[in-house]
């Protein structure tokens, strides 16, 4: 096979949600020399970016997606000792959690594993987690990113509490939210700096505002 | 006093029913499928505003809606020429315990609480298929679990049905929210008997039918309570303890 062949499959394997056939087909192109970077950003997310597409345009729903992003994250797996030998293709570190009493994580997981799609390394608090968790962790662990997610209008409150903490401790780093009742006009009253939709939107959004940083 | 319209969750059907049967007013009430809120964004507030505009000028005196902030799902709604009227809450479960200030207290209390009522077993009990039991998994027998094996194959069926359900195995309580309404005896054995195969705690609460007996006793209504949208506006989050506020829109449709 070819590298445009194997690129082609991976998109196609990705969309599709087959975890096998990725990693086969990263451990086929990695054996035919081809470099990790390129089945990463001609093969992996290039598909992620289709299933995104997809996903807004509802031709996609949840299931799709996260059936997609375990695809993505098995070829991954294969390509990460290779990927992990170049500090290049890491744009950021962002420390992500499901904000103090919610306890739903799908979709945090999800952007979660869209991010490390994205090339950041992603550090995950996991659910309920309280401010001063999501300031002490960013700190420690040098992020240039926070990104916080609820999935109740009841606990989506707490994250202006998480923003107003991490500007009190002087973080400088980009604080990114979202979250099915969340919205762009709730970012803007609670001095977040960027909102996103979805999950992919997160990624792209972020990506773009820490290169522009 | 004019004539009231009605809109409200098929969930609350139990407790209206009890409400209006001690009631005098005249209203007109039509229950609406519960799950909407489920569906894609908008879909709740689009199916609710048709039947907001089904309403013609000077039909009613007031569009009361027994609806909760419910994910968003009423954000957007517009009142045309009749006033809406909804409670300020975010979710069912306020209407179910009488006031915000108890839900509050006791969502504190036990965030991981999975809420059920008799008429939400009678009417979304589908919601608990994908609850797992601890003694056997996710359920493989569930249309869902056949659904994602027919789209996505056995392996990632199976992880979706782990995925998608993770969030409930952190719940650590069902609570049955005891309104003295319909079947109460079975629908209270029915939340034991679900607890149990889910080694969950059991609790019971006592209910209460004070929003649902002030939304139809109206006008007026407590402002404190209830969100009164005046023709013209808009229902919007106020993303603090209001819950709700009316506003001008911001666009024309």
């Known amino acids: ?213 | 006093m004019g004539r009231l319209r009605l809109l409200a969750c098929e969930v609350f059907k139990r407790e209206f029913d009890a409400v209006l049967a001690g009631s005098d007013r005249d209203i007109e009430v039509t229950y609406v499928a519960q799950g909407l809120h489920d569906e894609r964004a908008g879909t709740m507030a689009q199916h609710l505003q048709g039947h907001i505009d089904a309403c013609k000028p000077g039909e009613y005196c007031a569009i009361l809606l027994g609806y909760g902030l419910c994910n968003n799902g009423i954000a957007g709604l517009r009142a045309r020429h009749t006033p809406l009227v909804v409670a300020r809450a975010h979710d069912c479960i306020t209407w179910f315990l009488g006031s915000r200030e108890r839900y509050d207290k006791i969502f504190k209390e036990a965030p991981g609480s999975y809420y059920l009522t008799s008429g939400w077993i009678e009417t979304a009990r589908r919601s608990l298929e994908s609850l797992p039991t601890r003694l056997s998994g996710a359920d493989t027998k569930s249309d869902t679990y056949l659904d994602f094996v027919k789209r996505f194959g056995e392996d990632n069926a199976q992880f979706l049905m782990e995925t998608m359900g993770a969030w409930k195995k952190k719940y650590g309580r069902m609570v049955f929210i005891n309104l003295k309404v319909g079947d109460t005896e079975r629908y209270r054995d029915y939340a034991k008997e679900q607890a149990s195969e889910r080694e969950m705690e059991y609790q019971e609460l006592a209910g209460s039918l004070r929003l649902f007996g002030g939304l139809v006793d109206g006008p007026p209504w407590n402002e404190e309570e209830y969100l009164v949208v005046p023709a013209g506006h808009e229902i919007h989050p106020s993303y603090d303890e209001q819950v709700v506020v009316a506003r001008r829109p911001t666009s024309a449709a």
């Open chain 1, 1 to 213: 096979m070819s590298a445009e062949e194997i690129f082609e499959k991976l998109k196609k394997s990705v969309i599709g949600g087959k975890r096998k056939d990725v990693a086969a087909l990263c451990t086929e192109g990695k054996g035919a020399g081809i470099a990790g970077k390129d089945l990463l950003t001609k093969g992996l997310l290039p598909g992620m970016e289709e299933v995104g597409r997809r996903f807004r345009c509802e031709e996609f729903y949840i299931p799709e997606v996260l059936v997609a992003a375990r695809a993505m994250h098995a070829g991954l797996e294969i390509l990460r000792d290779e990927l992990e030998k170049q500090p290049a293709a890491q744009v950021g570190k962002v420390v992500i959690g499901t904000v103090e009493g919610d306890l739903h994580d799908i979709g945090k997981n999800l952007v979660a594993m869209m991010f490390t799609g994205a090339g950041f390394e992603v550090v995950d608090l996991g659910i309920d987690v309280p401010a001063n968790r999501f300031v002490e962790a960013a700190k420690e662990r040098g992020a240039q990113a926070v990104a916080m997610s609820a999935l109740l209008t009841t606990t989506m409150v707490n994250m202006e509490k998480v923003v107003a903490e991490l500007r009190k401790a002087q973080f400088k780093g980009k604080i990114i939210i979202g979250g099915a009742p969340v919205t762009k006009e709730f970012a803007d009253k609670i001095g977040a700096d960027l909102y996103a939709a979805d999950a992919s939107e997160g990624a792209e959004s972020l990506r773009a505002a820490m290169a522009a940083a």
